[in-house]
C-alpha cells in the first residue's frame, strides 16, 4: 500500500540554524500538507500546498517558514532561522483530489532545536 | 472557523470492555468530514475511522464505531472489546470538504489507557 515518507525521523539542530523536512507524498495525490505537534499538545495546521503554491497557511506559519516541491515528487519544509519554541513533531500529509477525504499521514520528523 | 473539543483529556479501561470518547465541533458549513485518529508511543498518525456528515448511518470499522449526531455536533467514537494495543492518545479531526480549505482542524486528544 502507497505510503507518505519522511525523512530525517529526527533532527537535532542548534537555535538560528536553517533546517529541511523532506517528504515524499503518495504519488498520484495532489494536496499536501504541513502539521506541527508541540509535545504534549494537539496537532496544529502548518500550510497546505496544490498546484505548486500555498493554497492556505496558519497564523504559525510565518515569515521563517516556506514550503516547495522542487522535483515533482518531494515536498520540503524549510525553516530559515530555527528557534527553541520550533522543537516539536512535524507530519506531511497528502491529499488524493479535493472530493476524497483522508489524509495519509507521514510517520512524521521530530525537530530538537538546542 | 471550525473548532473541535475533547473534553476528557484520560480515560482508562479495562481489557475486552467497551469505551466511549468524546468529541464536539463547531462549523457553520453544512458538508464535512470527521475523523478519529489514533497515536501511539511511536507518534505516528493512524486514520480509526471516518465520517461523512452527509450520511446519516453511523460509520463502523470493525472494534470501532463512530455515534454522530450532526444537529448536536457531536462525534463519539466507541472501542468495543479494548485491546491493550488500543492504549494510545486519540484525536477527533475536522475536514471541510471543499479542496481549498480541506485542512484537518484537530482536538486537543484523549489519552486512552488499556488495563490487562
Not at chain 1, 28 to 55: A, C, D, M, P, T
Not at chain 1, 76 to 102: H, P
Not at chain 2, 25 to 39: G, R
Not at chain 2, 42 to 57: D, F, G, H, P, T
Request: aromatic share 12%.
Amino acid at each position: 500500500e502507497p505510503e507518505v515518507t519522511q525523512t530525517p525521523s529526527h533532527q537535532v539542530t542548534q537555535m538560528g540554524q536553517e533546517v529541511i523536512l523532506r517528504c515524499v507524498p503518495i504519488s498520484n495525490h495532489l494536496y499536501f500538507y504541513w502539521y506541527r505537534q508541540i509535545l504534549g499538545q494537539k496537532v496544529e495546521f502548518l500550510v497546505s500546498f496544490y498546484n505548486n503554491e500555498i493554497s492556505e497557511k496558519s497564523e504559525i506559519f510565518d515569515d521563517q517558514f516556506s514550503v516547495e516541491r522542487p522535483d515533482g515528487s518531494n515536498f520540503t519544509l524549510k525553516i530559515r532561522s530555527t528557534k527553541l519554541e520550533d522543537s516539536a513533531m512535524y507530519f506531511c500529509a497528502s491529499l488524493r483530489t479535493a472530493s476524497t477525504d483522508t489524509q495519509y499521514f507521514g510517520p512524521g520528523t521530530r525537530l530538537t532545536v538546542l | 472557523a471550525q473548532t473541535v473539543t475533547q473534553s476528557q483529556p484520560e480515560m482508562s479501561v479495562q481489557e475486552a470492555e467497551t469505551v466511549t470518547l468524546s468529541c464536539t465541533y463547531d462549523t457553520s458549513e453544512n458538508n464535512y468530514y470527521l475523523f478519529w485518529y489514533k497515536q501511539p508511543p511511536s507518534r505516528q498518525m493512524i486514520l480509526v475511522i471516518r465520517q461523512e456528515a452527509y450520511k446519516q448511518q453511523n460509520a463502523t470499522e470493525n472494534r470501532f464505531s463512530v455515534n454522530f449526531q450532526k444537529a448536536a455536533k457531536s462525534f463519539s467514537l466507541k472501542i468495543s472489546d479494548s485491546q491493550l494495543g488500543d492504549t494510545a492518545m486519540y484525536f477527533c479531526a475536522f475536514m471541510s470538504v471543499t479542496g481549498a480549505n480541506s485542512k484537518l482542524t484537530f482536538g486537543k486528544g484523549i489519552t486512552l489507557s488499556v488495563r490487562p
